[in-house]
């Protein structure tokens, strides 16, 4: 019996500026029974990943993409040194190589940007922060050790929810909540491709806001769907008799595809906000790159006030 292991994260669901980003990491672990412990691939991987950036000298970092991106004022490593360390050497280790540019990790990732004049630019180059031969031997490193422990990286997935859509999804449902929602609803319709025959499924989600209930959701990509439990500490459901549904705060912390997932959705997101970044302040005078986060996104808006029309503005701000 072997587990089909789906854990899913976002990065941006705050912000005024830039895209949401939602991701999905899909493994397969042979040898796992129904009925065990979450598989902890933290310790099943202990000789070549760790958890921490402090534990990071001689292995990869996965864990909260919050902790692990490193501040914009940092002086000895790229702020994006640990995010591009994980999700590249991963993705190497699946593929044999690494992407050299964001064009090519977002066809990798099924990942696309809004259509605007501030995200298209010149590609950027990759890694940043990380020696390409520094990934290349980590990969084969890592390659290795998943393959004598019986574990395969099947898919890793960004849904980027652009700001037009965003703004499109909350007017319509009155929400925010909807934009993580059908991201959420894709990238769970996108795992159950990789369940076969001998394997079950345990998909594991970053739950956001006070939502409890997501039984009608998964009814539409299920045909049973079982209530296990609806609680401020975990939403569970059983579908179909083979997939596991857990939703629950802080599951970047406890559950390394979800950890994983949320790297990967940092990364995207913080590429995007490059190019955005690029874009604008080739253009203003002096102006100071943003995060896009709510009270630098005004600081951000008042600068350019006189140099982005009301249409640009519309086109980029979020409206929650």
Not at 26 to 55: F, H, N, Q, Y
Not at 109 to 120: C, K, N, P, Q, V
Request: with cysteine.
């Amino acid at each position: 019996m072997g587990l089909i292991y789906t854990g899913i994260d976002e990065a941006g669901y705050g912000p005024m500026l830039g895209p949401l980003c939602v991701a999905s990491v899909t493994m397969r672990i042979d040898g796992w029974e129904p009925g065990g412990a979450p598989p902890d691939l933290w310790s099943t991987l202990d000789a070549c990943v760790c958890k921490s950036k402090r534990e990071a000298k001689t292995r990869i970092a996965v864990g909260d993409s919050k902790d692990l991106k490193l501040a914009n004022s940092s002086k000895t490593k790229h702020p994006l040194f640990h995010l591009e360390r994980g999700v590249l050497s991963f993705l190497s280790a699946r593929n044999g190589n690494a992407p050299e540019t964001d064009e090519a990790l977002h066809k990798l990732l099924g990942a696309s940007l809004d259509d605007r004049e501030w995200y298209r630019g010149n590609a950027i180059d990759l890694p940043l922060g990380v020696s390409a031969d520094m990934l290349g031997i980590e990969a084969n490193q890592l390659k290795s050790v998943m393959h004598k422990q019986g574990i395969e990286l099947l898919d890793i997935r960004v849904r980027v929810v652009g700001e037009h859509e965003f703004n499109g999804l909350y007017t319509r449902h009155h929400t925010k909540a909807a934009a993580t929602g059908t991201a959420l609803r894709e990238l769970i319709e996108s795992s159950k491709t990789h369940l076969s025959e001998g394997h079950v499924s345990r998909v594991v989600c970053d739950r956001q806001s006070g939502r409890t209930k997501y039984g009608p959701m998964l009814s539409h990509l299920f045909n049973e769907v079982s209530i296990e439990e609806e609680s401020p500490r975990a939403s569970r459901y059983t579908c179909d008799k083979h997939t596991g549904v857990l939703l629950t705060p802080g599951a970047d912390a406890a559950y390394f595809p979800v950890a994983l997932a949320s790297m990967a959705a940092k990364l995207v997101r913080e590429l995007a906000m490059m190019r955005f970044n690029t874009y604008w302040c080739s253009r203003v005078p002096e102006l100071k790159p943003t995060a896009g986060y709510v009270q630098d996104a005004r600081r951000w808006l008042g600068d350019t006030r006189e140099h982005i029309s009301y249409e640009q503005r519309s086109q980029m701000v979020r409206l929650a």
